[in-house]
Every structure is written in C-alpha cells, then in structure tokens.
C-alpha cells in the first residue's frame, strides 16, 4: 500500500496537549500555524481530538493529575502515531524536575519518539521535530524519502 | 446500459471532482489568510493516509449509519446524472443527512450528540428550501424530472427563478459546512464542540465521511449548476462561482448559533421561495 | 361464501366474538377466541375483495329498526355518562343529537322514508381496501392485545381482571368500522359512527383513573359535537330533498357531485364531523388524551380504525366537493394540522405523544389530499392510508412492547435501548425509518402529495416545513434508542409469542407492500381511486410508480412529472443500511471510551468521568426537545386561533356560496 505510507508522511495531523507548561512552548506550537510558518503546507493540520490526530504534540512537565489524562488521549489515537515532546520541561521536567508534584519527561507516561528541545522551543524547531518524526514513520514504514 | 455507464463513471468521478474542489477550498482559504497553503491534491492524501490507521469505535451502530450516509448520497449523485426525479433526489439527500445524524447519536459522547442535534437544526433549516426549490422548477417546468431541465431547447431557470437561486445559496453554505453556518462540525481543531457530530469518528470510518462530503460538494453545486442547464457550461461557471463566494462567505463570516441560523433561513431563505413560488402561481394562473 | 355470509362476518362476528370473550373468563379459551376470529376476519376480507364490489340490503326490516333502537339507547346512555361523570359538555352534546335526530325521525317523519333506502350497504374498491386494513390491521393488534393486557394487569397489580371487558370493547370496534366503511344509508352510517365513538369512550377510559375518565369523556364529547353535525347534515339534506330520503345515501350525494350548490354545506358538515374524528386542528385534544389507554387501544385507534374513518368519509365526499373552494379550504386545514403537529411533534417528551401528533400530522396530510383532490391526490391519500395503517400500528405495538419491557413511556428512559433490547430496537428503527425516508410508503405518499400540491401553493409550504419538522423528530427519537455503551456479548431478547408475530407480521408487511407497491397499485388502489375521481393515468409502470404529465391524453408530450423508482431504490436500503448491519463487526480490541478530553475513567463500558477535586460523576445526556420554541405553551395559542379561523373561514365561504 505504497499511496497510504506516502499519505502518512503527507498529512500528519496533530494534537496538541499541554501538561503543566508554562504556556510559552503553547504559544510557540500555535505561532507555527499563522501564516509566518504555515504548518499546513506540509499537510499538518492541528486537531482538538485525538482520535483524528496522528502526531501528539506534548508541552510541559507530567505532573500527578495530568499523567492520566495523558495516557487516557495517547490510548484514543489510533495507530499508526507519533509523540513528539517539545520544550525542555517536555523532554525531562526542565526547571520543575524534582518537584514535588511533578513526575518528569511525558516519557515517563508514554513512548515519546521525537524530543524538541528549547524554552520555549523556536518554531522552526518544531516544525524540525514533525519532520524528523515523519523521517522516523518513513523509516519504520520503509518508504524511501 | 448506457445508462448504467453513466452511473459508473459519476461515481468514480464525482469523488475526484469534490477531492480537488475540497483542495481549492484549502489553498484559496490559505491565500485568503495570507498564507502558502497545502498542495491541491492534499485531501486526497487525507483520505488516504485515514483510510490505512487503525480502526477504533465506540459502538457498532456509528459504523452502519455512515455506509447509510455514504450510499444515499452517492444515490443522490446518481439520481442527478441519471435526470431523474428532483423531488426524490431531495428526500433521499434526507435520508443521507439523517443516517449522519444517527451515526453520532450512536455513540453515549456528549460532542457527537451536540454535532447531531445542530445537524438536525441545519436539517430543518434547509430541508424546506430544497423542497421549495423542487416545487419552484415544477411551477416553471411543469414537471419534476431533471430531464426536464436539461433538455435541450428548454429555457434557463435563473431568469424566473433568482430569488429561489439566492435561498439555495444559503443552502450551499449550510451543506458545505462553511461558517456561519459550520454548526454541526467545526472545520478547525480548538473549538469548544471538538469535531462535533465527527467526533466519534476516526480513521478509515472518517476517510467514508470525506468521501461523502466529497460527492457532496459535487451533488449541490450539480444542484446549483441546474439553474442554467443550458447551456450546462453557464450552470457549472454560476456553479464555480458560487463555490468561491461560499469560501470567500466562510472567511470573512464568523459562526452563529443554531437558532439564528434557523430563523435567518427560514426568515430570508423561505420567504424568497414563497415570493418566487407565489409569483409564478399568479402569472401562470394554477396548476 | 354468499355475499350475506361475508357481510355477517365482517360486522357481526366481531360483535358475537366480543360477547363471547365477555362471558368466558379462562386467558387461554378466550385467547383462542380472539385469534380464530382474526383469522376469519382476514380471511373474510380477502374473500370480500376477490368477491368485488356489490350493493347489500338486509332482507328483514328489523334490522333497521334494531338500529335504531341502538342508537337511541346509546345516545341515552350518553346522557346518563354526563350525569353521572358530571360532565356537562358531554350531556350537552348528547341532548344535541338526541334531539334533533328524535324530532327528525318522528317529528318531520324521516323514519319512514329511511327505512325504504336500497341499497343499504355499498361497498366499492375504497371499502374494500379500507375493509382490508381493518380487518388485517386491526387484528394484529387484538392478538397483540392478549398479553400486552395480561401483563397491564399483572403490572398494575390489579386483583378483579378486567380483560374480558376491554377485549369486548375492542373486538367490537372492528365490525363496527367494517359496517361504518360499507355503509350507504347516512342513518346507518351514522350509526356505526357512534358504536366507534362508544367504543373509543369506553376503551380511553378503561383504567379508571381519574385521567383516563376524563380523557374518555373529552373524546366522546368532541365527537358528539361531530355527530350533532352529522345530524344536522341530515335533516338539511332531507328537508331540501323534499321530505324524501333521496338524498340520504351517500351514493346520490357523491353522484351529484360539485354541481350542486345546495350539497355544498350539509357536504361541509360532514367533512367537519370527518375532520373531528380525525383529530384534526383544533380537535386534537381528544387523540392526545387517548394516549392514557393501555397501548393496544392507541394502536388501534391511530392505524386502522376510528381515525381513519375521520378521512375515510373526507376522502368518500371528495367527488361532491370537487373544483369547489370548499376542496381548497379542506386541503388548507389539513394541510395546516400537517404543519402544526409536526412542528408540536419536536417538542413531545413521551413516546407515545410523539406517535400522537405523528398521526395527526399524517391524517392533515390524507385530509389535505383528498381536498386537493387531482388523481395523483386521491392516490396519495388511499396509499397513504394503507401505509400509514401498517406503519403507525408498527409503532404503537412497539412502543407498547417498550412499555413493558421498561416500564415507561418516556423517550430520556428508551435511552441506550440497542444494548439492551436490540430486537425490539430493531423492529422500532424500521419502524421509525419507515414512517419517513424513502424508500418507503409513507415517503411515497408524501411524496406524491407533494407532486400534486402545486394546485394549492398555500398547501404546499405547510407541507414542505412539516415534512421538515418530521424528519427532526422521528431521528431525534430514534437516536435515543440508539445511544449506547458498547458491551460485547449481548444477548437477543425474546419476546411473548403473542407480541412478536404481530411485531414480524407487520415489518414483513411494510417490506412486502412497499416493494410491491406498484403492482399492488396497479391492480387494487387503482380502482380505488377511480371511485373518489376519475383517473385517467396509470401511476405504475412495472416496479415502478410514475407520474406521467397530465396532458398525455389530450396529445401532450409524455413526459413524466416525476418517477420513484420502487425497487432500485430499496436495493439502495439494502445495500446502505441492511448489508452493514449484517456485515460490519468490531472487536473488543478496536473499542475504545468516547472522547471526554482524557478525563473518562476505565474502560470502554463504564461511562464516568472526573470532574472537580477528583471527584467521578456519571457522564449523563438527554435529548433536545426546543420546548421553548415549539413546545404546546409556546405555539398553541396561535395554532388555535388559526386552525379556527379556518374553520370559520371554511363555513363562511360554504354558506356564502350555498345562498
């Protein structure tokens, strides 16, 4: 089925979840959208559901009350998907590790494939994770790109 | 069998047609928004990509419904190629839009039930004005066929019909999904209804709710390109047009509630077909 | 079977087996009782229709005499139901038939002339496919009956059975309608005409309470108004025909047609009374009411009998107001009590109020028809009689199984019911579905009123923002049905044999009339038709109904106002709704808890969810009803005040014209 991995690559939707960020990595996902960065070139389209999303955009650190709804969206999107955590705090807890009601990286709750650093994280930089994640689906897929 | 062949080509067409205007609509709005825009042929790699995810429910009966949705309206497009009856094509287009409703009533999710009952609404908004419409070319034509329509020789509805025209506009807008009528389904992630009616759907169930909105697209503005059958090229050049107002409409608009739309189509959308009905009835003196 | 065995059967077995069902008191005899005689009514209604049409005249003179007798005895037993219920309007509206019909008959020396009428029955192809209904509907719905009351009775835990009663009362009611639909002599008609009255009194007020009394007695009083009607319809009818009972049968009022102004206004009564027992605007009260009878009872008096005679005796005047503006007037009534009681049908909480203003919306649809009065009309009116009939009495009986299986009629409480009842779920989509998509009859009929209505433009916008309005609340319901929570391994429920093979019966007889239909047109309703106005298209071609353009005879083009594909477009439904039904499966694996923003708890069949300060709450949803917008408080007021200026508007120009 090589017009569906093709398709995969061409038209990653994605959701965007923000766990305890400080906001800042939020505004920089949403500023990829305006017309400066326009994601939807690439096809990316940002969705509110997770069961229409393929690739789950994650901000901020895990903490106690999130983790379940985080594992709770992950198990509502069908296969294939993609986690990309953008933001320091994302990839690790960044400056809120050790805190007393925060459980670290989104990989603590879930499978993260693509990690963005940065605080906040540059857009351009997420628009690099998605595609490095999408070189990652490819691979997995085994569609040459 | 010709006819047969007729059928088999609209089908396989028809969907290409609506992918590519869904694809103009994408990069006109973009352009419109200042913005790049994704290439032409991106719902197609939507539809594609959503057919091969994994399939996940929430109850059987939301699967059935949208086979319902997507049959009916691709009779709907047959009905419109094949000349036939305009009155019925509008009852089965019923049809398809209730199967929707009843696809996001089947599952216990409080967005998909929003979606449906706000489906429901644009129902009753437009159900009446497409029936008027039926109504409005059997006073001109004497006849519910479209083959009365498109015969050659016979004389153009617009000319006699234009304010019925202007009301079936209205009905683009709420059948395209296009604010400020996008009630029902938002077209844009973030909005406090999620995905409305679709909400429950995902995946390959999502890529049939594509593929029907594709034949979708391509059955109205058919609708709307009856206003000039002939020559059908004028039809389908008012038909293009009307699909760019429809965009240009959703960009500049923003969404309304349920209840305005009702009572604005029924107040505008109505009273224009009961003008133009009215009308025809006196001059041509009955029946 | 000679013709006076079959006219005994039809009127007087139900009469003979309702007695019987009286006496014996044993579930299982009386039971047996009640399914021999539908089976020799069914049976006998196939005999009458191979037999054709025929006149009928008693031999024996006490059989008009016995008649009146009854009538007088019912009538005084009016009186003494106001008494004693203290209900004045119902007094009232006995003494104003008791008597003007008492000083016509003795006073003016009507009696005399009365009983001289031949032929006293005439039953043509609109009887017989109204016989037809009858006796095969209505039947189903006694067989029904049987369990529905044992349970209604077990339910309520009432000690004294009062079953052989309403069995009585029920079985009755048929051989009545069958009598009233043959009848030709008015008095005779008029006659069964208030058995149907009686016999719908006694019914709604089965239970007893305090409601069902009252609701009873709205009934009879409402209807005695459309008896006094009847009555006075009579006498002008008499006195203008110079003392003589030549105009007193319905024959010679259909065969003076429109041409005679003088008809004009006793045809208006009567019609008047039609739309009374009909329950159309601003009558409708009295249907709703009835809704507090145990279901069998609703069934009953939507589908086959009593309503229908309402349109039944529209649709017979048709021929005497044709190209008149009286037939304009009717078709704008009716029309008006289509658009009124869908518009009300939104707004409706209980199922069986929804099925109430459904009924009413489609008998202003059948009313309309017969007043638009073109062949394509009258043809949509007798199939959407037949339809209707099936459909609704599908209905009824389900939302009576529903009834009992949760023990309310509330449509929040069916919620969720495809995971727990799905056969019954099942037979009510189709059901629902059939009331008003296509492919099926009723859509056909609509459609094809909607086809004609253009003689009416007025007509034709109610009809338009009704058939709107219908769809809205028929998917509304029907989505709360289907609302669930997915659990595998569900089990088929069964049912009591006495409620599924009328269930079946009827589901199958939706399928096999509506994918018949054309044949079914071709050969049967199509003479029907001929009997209310003369047509001269054939609306069938094969499979097919079409509507060929009504020029065609005098040298048109041919061509066809519209076509409705009968076949095809059922295999459409097959492939669309019947096929994924079968086909489509999904495993537990693919299940998955609806979306609630990553707050659901658990899995896929438990329906909670965390709200503030970690607390569970039980996700909860209700359906939409606008109560603000097209509830009764919110519309009635206008709906009244413009279904009777209507009606003043209907007398006016009748009497306008007649003088």
């Known amino acids: 089925m090589g017009i569906i991995n093709t398709s995969r690559i061409k038209s990653p939707w994605i959701m965007h979840f923000d766990n305890s960020s400080c906001n800042g990595c939020d505004i920089e996902v949403l500023a990829c959208l305006t017309p400066l960065y326009d994601v939807e070139r690439f096809g990316i389209v940002n969705m509110g559901n997770p069961k229409h999303a393929d690739v789950l955009v994650v901000t901020g650190p895990v903490n106690r009350r999130t983790a379940r709804v985080l594992k709770n969206l992950y198990a509502q999107i069908p296969d294939p998907k993609m986690v990309i955590a953008v933001g320091t705090c994302a990839c690790s807890g960044g400056v809120f590790h050790n805190c007393y009601n925060i459980l670290g990286g989104v990989d603590k709750v879930i499978p993260v494939d693509v990690y963005v650093p940065g605080c906040a994280v540059k857009p351009e930089a997420i628009i690099d994770g998605v595609v490095l994640a999408l070189q990652k689906l490819s691979k997995a897929l085994g569609v040459a790109k | 069998m010709n006819q047969w062949w007729i059928a088999i080509i609209a089908i396989i067409v028809a969907p290409i047609i609506g992918g590519f205007l869904a694809g103009i609509d994408r990069k006109i709005t973009a352009r ?158 973030h909005q406090e209804l999620v995905k409305g009616i679709m909400t429950e759907f995902s995946g390959p169930y999502y890529a049939l709710i594509t593929l029907t909105e594709w034949y979708e697209i391509v059955l109205v503005l058919g609708l709307v390109a009856l206003f000039w059958a ?47 009905i009215a009308y025809l009835y006196l001059i041509k003196g009955g029946a | 079977m000679d013709l006076n065995w079959m006219m005994a059967v039809a009127i007087l077995l139900p009469l003979v087996a309702g007695i019987l069902v009286f006496i014996i008191r044993q579930y299982h005899i009386r039971g047996l009782i009640v399914i021999l005689t539908a089976i020799a009514l069914i049976i006998n209604s196939i005999l009458l229709m191979l037999h054709g049409p025929d006149t009928y005249t008693p031999t024996s003179h006490y059989w008009g005499l016995a008649i009146t007798i009854l009538d007088y005895a019912m009538l005084l037993f009016y009186i003494y139901a106001g008494l004693s219920l203290k209900n004045w309007l119902v007094l009232i509206f006995a003494l104003t038939q008791i008597i003007p019909l008492a000083y016509w008959e003795f006073g003016m020396g009507a009696s005399k002339a009365l009983e001289e009428i031949k032929p006293a029955f005439v039953f043509d192809h609109l009887s017989i496919v109204m016989v037809l209904v009858i006796s095969i509907v209505g039947s189903l719905i006694t067989i029904f009956a049987l369990r529905y009351m044992y349970d209604h009775e077990h339910h309520k835990e009432i000690e004294k059975s009062r079953q052989s009663r309403f069995l009585f009362w029920l079985v009755m009611f048929l051989g009545a309608m069958n009598g009233l639909v043959m009848a030709n002599n008015l008095l005779w008609l008029y006659f069964f005409w208030e058995v149907t009255t009686l016999c719908c009194f006694e019914l709604i007020a089965h239970d007893l309470t305090k409601e069902a009394i009252n609701n009873g007695a709205r009934a009879l009083w409402m209807n005695s108004i459309g008896g006094t009607t009847m009555i006075l319809a009579m006498i ?136 638009i009065n073109s062949p394509l009309a009258i043809a949509a009116a007798i199939l959407l009689i037949i339809f209707h009939a099936v459909s609704k009495c599908l209905m009824f009986l389900c939302a009576g199984t529903i009834e009992h299986l949760v023990w309310s009629r509330e449509i929040e409480d069916m919620e969720g019911l495809a995971e727990k009842f799905p056969v019954t779920t099942f037979i009510t989509a189709i059901g629902i579905l059939s009331m008003f998509l296509p492919p099926f009859g009723m859509l056909l009929g609509k459609w094809l009123a909607l086809e004609s209505v253009f003689a009416v433009p007025l007509a034709a916008i109610l009809f338009v923002i009704a058939s709107a309005a219908t769809m809205v609340f028929w998917a509304k319901w029907l989505g709360r049905l289907l609302q669930v929570l997915p659990r595998l391994g569900r089990k088929f429920e069964s049912l009591s044999l006495s409620y599924s093979v009328p269930l079946w019966l009827l589901v199958l007889g939706i399928f096999v009339v509506g994918i018949g239909v054309a044949p079914v047109y071709q050969r049967f309703v199509s003479f029907a038709v001929n009997n209310v106005v003369a047509a001269t298209e054939a609306f069938a071609a094969g499979w097919n109904i079409v509507v060929p353009s009504a020029s065609v005879a005098a040298g048109g083009t041919g061509a066809l106002i519209g076509s409705f594909p009968v076949w095809p477009l059922y295999i459409v439904f097959g492939v669309a709704i019947v096929l994924p039904l079968i086909f489509v499966t999904v495993k537990p694996g693919e299940l998955r808890p609806v979306y609630l923003c990553g707050e659901q708890v658990g899995g896929v069949d438990t329906d909670e969810w965390i709200t503030t300060a970690d607390q569970k709450a039980k996700l909860q949803l209700g359906g939409f009803y606008w109560q603000g917008a097209t509830g009764e408080g919110a519309v009635n007021p206008w709906f009244y005040t413009v279904s009777i200026a209507l009606l003043v508007i209907l007398f006016a120009v009748v009497v306008g014209v007649s003088l």
């Open chain 2, 230 to 276: 002939n020559p059908l090229w004028v039809g389908i050049i008012i038909a293009l047009a009307a699909f760019v107002l429809e965009l240009i409409i959703d960009n500049i608009a923003a969404r309304m509630t349920v209840g305005w739309m009702v009572k604005f189509t029924w107040a505008v959308g109505l009273v224009l077909c009961v003008l133009n």
């Open chain 3, 236 to 371: 002008y009818l008499f006195a203008k025909g110079g003392g003589t009972a030549e105009m007193l049968t319905l024959e010679s009022i259909i065969k003076a047609g429109g041409n005679q102004a003088m008809l004009l206004l006793p045809v208006a009564l009567m019609c008047f009374t039609g739309f009374i027992k009909a329950a159309q605007f601003p009558f409708q009260t009295w249907l709703l009411g009835a809704m507090v009878a145990p279901t069998p009872v609703s069934a009953l008096l939507h589908s086959s009998t009593m309503v229908k005679a309402g349109v039944y005796l529209v649709l017979r005047l048709a021929p005497a107001f044709a190209g008149s503006y009286l037939g304009i007037m009717v078709a704008i009534c009716g029309a008006f009590t289509f658009f009124a009681a869908s518009v009300l049908a939104i707004a409706q909480t209980t199922g069986k109020r929804v099925l109430a203003y459904s009924t009413i919306a489609n008998l202003g649809l059948i009313i309309a028809c017969a007043g």
């Open chain 2, 32 to 189: 419109l928004q200042g913005r790049y825009g994704p290439p032409i042929v991106q719902p197609f790699y939507d539809f594609f990509k959503l057919l091969g995810k994994s399939r996940i429910a929430t109850s059987r009966m939301q699967f059935v419904w949208i086979y319902g949705y997507l049959v009916f309206m691709i009779t709907c497009v047959v009905f419109l190629v094949l000349k036939l009856d305009l009155l019925l094509l509008i009852f089965l287009l019923g049809f398809a839009g209730i199967s929707f409703v009843l696809g996001g009533f089947s599952s216990k999710s409080p967005y998909s039930h929003f979606g449906a009952n706000r489906e429901l609404m644009q129902i009753l908004s437009y159900e009446p004005v497409l029936l008027l419409m039926a109504l409005g070319v059997y006073a001109q034509n004497g006849s519910f066929m479209i083959s009365e329509i498109v015969k050659p020789g016979a004389a153009p509805l617009l000319p006699s019909l234009w304010p019925i025209f202007i009301a079936v506009l209205l009905v683009l807008t709420i059948k395209l999904r296009k604010s400020p009528f996008d009630l029902s389904t938002s077209h844009h992630g």
